[in-house]
């Protein structure tokens, strides 16, 4: 039994498109949670119904059963109590009248080795006519003249003949009817409680899923803006987690789109500046008539050009990385951190090589295995050699340092360049925030870009100077990143 009701449209997307052999796998039809607490609720009470029915019709046989058997068994006292006074007859039938039920008895009585001495000798002996001899009476089933029958038997003492065997029978239609009519009553009146109590089980389970219907109106009824959490006093108890799930997924939304908001603003005003500057250069350029002047105008523009896209190449990466950190997060790979640090280091080594730096990898040689995604650990090691090569003088040195530390790996990149104040320090991870005096034209995300992928990568990053600067008016920068540590491939985590 299914009571669970499909829409047209989930019907419809079941089934794959006629005469398609490569349709896909079918999709999974839409619950009812309703229809299926009343498949649960309802199944079970049809399946149990016919065993009730055949265990009462069973209790009932026995019900109906022990009276007769207790007439019975009285009976057959009155009848060995003649017996026993008169000797060997058996009474008239007036003797036990108001003790037979309808249709009589048959009765009997033997002697003890086994002779008819009256009634119908139709009756067949007992199952063993030695014993039991005790006196007491005993109950058995028999067929008599192709009736099932019902026999009591007793032997009984009588004078100058012995131990006889007195026996009394009766049909058993008379059990069979009473426990049919008692079967009767009690599954008569179950054909009307059974409907009523499914149409009550129906109604009452629509009651009971209003609250859910109340929930689903309420929050229909919301702005498309308002991201608030659903107050979960109003929603029933069983579904709490599901409205704290729920919760949870507005937060991130708001977080999302908040950072996004924060993005385009900050997007578009950078992006004003350097643009409303190329406008101004290209309308001066054509006013200019002197070809120097003109060229000159042309190499402003090729400077602002190469500024404004490294400012947008910053502000998609910085993009990316926030939106890839769910990814970084729930699907990370492991991977030998040496490999990104080093295809970062030779894509930048030309701009090291053009401003005469010193450029050195000190890695170890085995493997540095952590978990997390390539491409953003690329980006990091990118942004940090990026900033290490701006701010460092021409005729300097940048190193770049990984370390095993126990159950972390770290990664360290030291330059000899002008450094950052310790009261700057905490500033610099702010977006667009630029260190002035340094001479150098950045657009304030590299650290920012760094500090959000270390985040999602669980790393921890820390700012110092650069001890093996040998130059006080340019102390240097150390910049540290420290990632929690991954056991090799096929080895087992401690």
Same mark, same amino acid.
């Given at each position: ?55 009462? &019709? ?9 009276? &007769? =058997? ?72 028999? $067929?008599?003249?192709?009736?099932? @029958? ?80 659903? $107050? ?11 409205? =704290? ?90 991977? =030998? ?13 030309? @701009? ?8 050195? &990898? ?12 390539? @491409? ?9 050699? $990026? ?27 030291? $330059? ?10 905490? @500033?610099?991870?702010?977006? &667009? ?37 040998? =130059? ?23």
């Amino acid at each position: 039994m299914s009571v669970g009701a499909t829409t047209p449209v989930a019907a419809a997307a079941e089934a794959p498109a006629a005469g398609d052999p490569g349709a896909g796998p079918k999709l999974r039809r839409q619950r009812s949670l309703f229809g299926e607490i009343l498949d649960w609720m309802l199944v079970p009470l049809l399946l149990v119904w016919p065993l009730a029915i055949g265990i009462t &019709f069973l209790v009932a046989q026995a019900i109906a059963t022990q009276p &007769f =058997d207790q007439g019975l068994q009285r009976r057959l006292g009155v009848i060995a109590a003649w017996v026993e006074s008169s000797g060997a007859t058996l009474p008239r039938e007036s003797a036990v009248a108001g003790t037979q039920p309808p249709g009589g008895l048959l009765t009997q009585l033997r002697a003890g080795d086994g002779r008819v001495l009256a009634g119908d000798p139709r009756l067949p002996d007992a199952p063993d006519a030695q014993w039991p001899r005790d006196g007491a009476a005993h109950l058995r089933d028999a $067929d008599v003249g192709g009736q099932r @029958m019902r026999i009591a038997w007793r032997w009984v003492p009588a004078p100058h003949a012995g131990l006889l065997l007195v026996q009394v029978a009766e049909g058993l239609q008379q059990r069979s009817e009473l426990a049919r009519n008692i079967v009767r009553g009690v599954i008569l009146p179950q054909f009307v409680i059974v409907p009523i109590s499914i149409l009550l089980v129906w109604f009452g389970l629509g009651q009971g899923i209003i609250p859910l219907d109340e929930l689903q109106a309420r929050i229909r009824r919301r702005r498309p803006d308002d991201l608030s959490p659903i $107050d979960q006093r109003e929603a029933p108890e069983e579904i709490a987690p599901l409205v =704290d799930s729920i919760n949870s997924l507005l937060g991130r939304l708001e977080h999302s789109i908040h950072t996004r908001k924060r993005f385009i603003a900050d997007a578009a005003h950078q992006l004003k500046t350097p643009l409303a500057g190329l406008r101004m250069q290209a309308e001066l350029a054509q006013r200019q008539t002197n070809p120097e002047e003109l060229r000159t105008s042309l190499r402003q523009i090729e400077v602002s050009v190469v500024r404004t896209t490294r400012l947008v190449n910053q502000l998609l990466a910085l993009a990316r990385a926030e939106n890839q950190g769910v990814l970084a997060q729930r699907s990370p790979v492991l991977l =030998d951190l040496r490999q990104p640090v080093r295809d970062a280091l030779q894509e930048l080594a030309p @701009m090291a090589l053009a401003k005469s730096l010193e450029l050195e &990898f000190d890695a170890p040689e085995h493997a540095l295995w952590v978990r997390g995604n390539p @491409m953003l650990l690329q980006e990091l090691a990118k942004n940090l050699l $990026d900033n290490a090569i701006a701010y460092t003088p021409p005729g300097g040195g940048v190193a770049v340092r990984l370390r095993q530390l126990d159950e972390q790996v770290m990664l360290g990149v030291e $330059d000899t360049g002008l450094g950052i104040a310790p009261p700057e320090r905490e @500033m610099v991870f702010r977006p &667009f925030y630029r260190v002035l005096g340094t001479g150098h034209d950045g657009s304030g995300l590299g650290l920012c870009i760094v500090q959000e992928i270390a985040r999602q990568h669980t790393a921890a990053m820390s700012l110092d100077d650069n001890p093996m600067s040998a =130059d006080p008016a340019c102390p240097g920068l150390v910049v540290r990143v420290q990632f929690p540590g991954a056991p090799a491939p096929g080895a087992e985590p401690s």
